[in-house]
């Protein structure tokens, strides 16, 4: 990773650039609807796929070596200052990390604590001097064995407790960085066999951990987002917080929502046999649309692959949902993606990165053309008109009831909805992107 500093920050060249170190569509200072580029799009790096992910998959081990011959603390200092240099290579702002990617885990939660006080003052400094902030903070509860079968929902209070620990001090770290967001992604809080699980102590208490959560930041004056990162399986077989509509549930019934919204991971939608911009339209019409981390899968695969996203009809269509949302507030998009097994030098990781940023780049400028292009907008309005107006209206008023619209139905002949036009709508989308 010294490679790093052999290359230059990289810069917008056009979309004409051959320079395989260079943007072909972020241009970070142009604007789009009166925002730059870099305002709409708010990029952040994971750390731990980015700093610590090595290329081990079930049937092999590491293809990239991310220690610097280091270990310990100075092992853990070397690699931030790599990520620093890599998010000043990029221009990228804001990181997002677990506990166990900063620094190390101690035996006890004590020692992980010191660690981490010690990382934090470390990268405090180094925020302060280039102004990269943070995203958001999480802990790892599903690496260590204590975490098998969960940490909220843990048959084991020992366990649930040190969860609770970790949370607490993940939380002042994030506090301490000035973090917006604190992230529960799920990690083993599911199950394998229903055989041995009591699904409604283990959501209930579950709950308990994040209002716990909840209180405990808010007491300390943490102002930004909680975030449930939805997930439908893996590594367990059923996990709880299985898509946007199932969190938005469980929100509901623990008295959660205002605190919490969603961190949407693509890969995570398509696990679930939804799309990328159904998760976050579900999102959106629950209002809790918050933070996404952006990637895509494999469909072939069917697993939680963590690719650099490159698909701009998907980047295209996130764009137009976070531009109708009117963007982001605490959020922004967390590269939760990994280079291939394959691709393991350090330039493939600064590759990986540009690639995605270009991708959401030009998902933003397209998505803002499909905006004012108008078509579809105005295709859907139209589609919706009979609510607008005369029966329509008044069911949506809440004047009608079961009795009076059947009276108003009694006698009518042909009733039938327009076209829905998919294709046509297909067809305005391609030459958005190609035309
Ligand atoms: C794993 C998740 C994880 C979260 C953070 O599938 O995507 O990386 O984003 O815990
Ligand atoms: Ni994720
Ligand atoms: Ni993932």
């Not at 620093?84 to 166990?100: A, T």
């Not at 204590?146 to 770290?173: E, H, L, N, R």
């Not at 905006?371 to 008109?385: H, L, N, P, T």
Request: charge should be negative; aromatic fraction near 12%; include cysteine.
């Amino acid at each position: 990773m010294e490679k790093y500093s052999q290359i230059e920050k990289i810069k917008y060249e056009g979309a004409k650039s051959k320079n395989p170190f260079a943007f072909r569509f972020y241009d970070p200072d142009r604007k789009i609807a009166g925002k730059t580029m870099k305002q709409h799009l708010k990029f952040a790096m994971s750390y731990w796929h980015t700093i610590n992910a090595s290329g081990t998959d079930m049937f092999g081990g590491n293809t990239m070596d991310k220690s610097f011959g280091l270990s310990g603390m100075e092992m853990y200092k070397k690699k931030a200052d790599v990520a620093f240099e890599l998010m000043q290579k990029l221009g990228i702002e804001y990181y997002c990390f677990h506990d166990v990617d900063i620094s190390p885990e101690g035996e006890t939660l004590a020692e992980s604590v010191k660690y981490l006080d010690e990382i934090t003052d470390y990268l405090l400094e180094k925020q302060k001097k280039t102004g990269i902030k943070l995203l958001w903070g999480t802990a790892n509860m599903f690496g260590d064995k204590k975490f098998m079968a969960g940490a909220g929902t843990s048959p084991c209070a020992d366990v649930f407790a040190v969860a609770a620990g970790k949370v607490k001090a993940a939380i002042d770290a994030t506090i301490k960085l000035g973090g917006t967001g604190y992230v529960f992604w799920g990690g083993r809080e599911g199950y394998d066999t229903l055989l041995n699980t009591d699904m409604g102590l283990e959501l209930d208490n579950l709950a308990r951990l994040l209002t716990m959560a909840r209180d405990y930041a808010r007491a300390k004056g943490f102002k930004g987002d909680f975030y449930i990162e939805p997930k439908p399986k893996e590594p367990t077989k059923h996990q709880y917080d299985f898509d946007v509509a199932t969190c938005a549930n469980f929100l509901r019934k623990y008295n959660l929502l205002g605190d919490f919204k969603m961190n949407i991971e693509a890969n995570h939608a398509t696990l679930a046999g939804h799309t990328f911009n159904h998760e976050l339209r579900t999102a959106r019409v629950n209002g809790i649309f918050g933070s996404i981390d952006a990637n895509q899968g494999d469909l072939l695969l069917g697993w939680d692959t963590d690719q650099f996203p490159t698909n701009v009809y998907d980047t295209t269509l996130c764009m137009y949902e976070v531009l109708k949302e009117g963007g982001f507030t605490n959020g922004g998009l967390n590269f939760d993606a990994k280079t291939r097994r394959q691709s393991n030098t350090y330039e493939d990781i600064l590759l990986g990165y540009i690639a995605g940023m270009d991708a959401f780049a030009l998902g933003l400028i397209k998505a803002q053309e499909l905006i004012d292009d108008g078509r579809i907008d105005k295709f859907v309005e139209e589609r919706y008109a009979t609510f607008a107006s005369g029966i329509g209206k008044k069911i949506v008023s809440g004047k009608e009831t079961l009795e009076s619209l059947s009276k108003y139905a009694m006698d009518l002949k042909n009733v039938e909805a327009d076209s829905g036009r998919q294709e046509y709508l297909e067809q305005i989308l391609n030459t958005v992107l190609f035309g």
